[in-house]
């Protein structure tokens, strides 16, 4: 089954007085669904704008996997485990908050920051917070997050490319430029933009066809 949510149907947070936009794809703070709380072991797939200068303050986190995809710009990374870090396009960052943990995030650039956050559930909560950067990672190299038995792969493809979607019970397809259609299963086909997103379940013999050239994140969980 595939369940497509477009760009507009998201939750528009943030706080544009501070430079901040947010546009969230599940149940979010104040933006509560009861009907939208999660897929697998995803829990949030933010889109966060930043301007120069802006950011989230010192926050807490516990009991999530964070993973952060930059866009566009570059993102000021600190936690309170004493990790600092500037993250750029085409890197994978990770943030286990375990039991705890507290972290900062800004643009202190000079160009306008995007980037992509997902949260997944840990299969067992607790534990000591742990933190990881990937740099430049390439299409061939999935990025195995076991703690929330879950792999994230990373598609750059050119106008008219194939790619597989991996065989799983759960995977989560977000778009973060250009346009996808997802093929095959029987269907006609789905068609996603930017910002669009597909939940699919039991995934089975799916591929997607890009149009124009496009840059998908792909989440495979395994339930």
């Given at each position: 089954?595939?369940l497509?949510?477009?760009?507009a149907?998201?939750?528009?947070?943030?706080?544009?007085?501070?430079?901040?936009?947010?546009?969230?794809?599940?149940?979010?703070?104040?933006?509560?669904?009861?009907?939208?709380?999660?897929?697998?072991?995803?829990?949030?797939?933010?889109?966060?704008?930043?301007?120069?200068g802006?950011?989230?303050?010192?926050?807490?986190?516990?009991?999530?996997?964070?993973?952060?995809?930059?866009?566009?710009?570059?993102?000021?990374?600190?936690?309170?485990?004493?990790?600092?870090?500037?993250?750029?396009?085409?890197?994978?960052?990770?943030?286990?908050?375990?039991?705890?943990?507290?972290?900062?995030?800004?643009?202190?650039?000079?160009?306008?920051?995007?980037?992509?956050?997902?949260?997944?559930?840990?299969?067992?909560?607790?534990?000591?917070?742990?933190?990881?950067?990937?740099?430049?990672?390439?299409?061939?190299?999935?990025?195995?997050?076991?703690?929330?038995?879950?792999?994230?792969?990373?598609?750059r493809?050119?106008?008219?490319?194939?790619?597989?979607?991996?065989?799983?019970?759960?995977?989560?397809?977000?778009?973060?430029?250009?346009?996808?259609?997802?093929?095959?299963?029987?269907?006609?086909?789905?068609?996603?933009?930017?910002?669009?997103?597909?939940?699919?379940?039991?995934?089975?013999?799916?591929?997607?066809?890009?149009?124009?050239?496009?840059?998908?994140?792909?989440?495979?969980?395994?339930?």
């Amino acid at each position: 089954m595939i369940l497509v949510r477009h760009a507009a149907q998201r939750h528009v947070g943030g706080d544009p007085g501070a430079g901040i936009e947010s546009l969230h794809a599940f149940s979010f703070g104040r933006h509560y669904d009861p009907d939208n709380l999660r897929f697998g072991a995803v829990l949030a797939c933010n889109e966060e704008r930043l301007a120069p200068g802006a950011g989230f303050g010192e926050h807490p986190h516990s009991h999530t996997e964070i993973v952060t995809w930059v866009v566009e710009g570059e993102l000021t990374h600190r936690d309170s485990a004493g990790h600092a870090t500037v993250v750029g396009t085409g890197d994978v960052q990770r943030l286990s908050s375990g039991g705890g943990v507290r972290h900062e995030e800004r643009n202190d650039g000079e160009r306008p920051l995007v980037f992509v956050q997902m949260w997944l559930a840990p299969l067992e909560p607790g534990g000591e917070p742990a933190y990881e950067i990937v740099r430049g990672i390439a299409d061939s190299t999935p990025y195995a997050l076991p703690q929330a038995g879950a792999m994230l792969h990373v598609r750059r493809l050119q106008d008219g490319e194939r790619s597989a979607v991996p065989d799983a019970r759960f995977v989560y397809v977000h778009v973060v430029r250009g346009g996808v259609r997802i093929e095959g299963g029987g269907g006609a086909g789905e068609k996603l933009a930017p910002g669009d997103s597909a939940r699919i379940t039991d995934a089975e013999g799916l591929e997607l066809t890009a149009g124009p050239a496009a840059e998908v994140l792909l989440w495979e969980m395994t339930g």
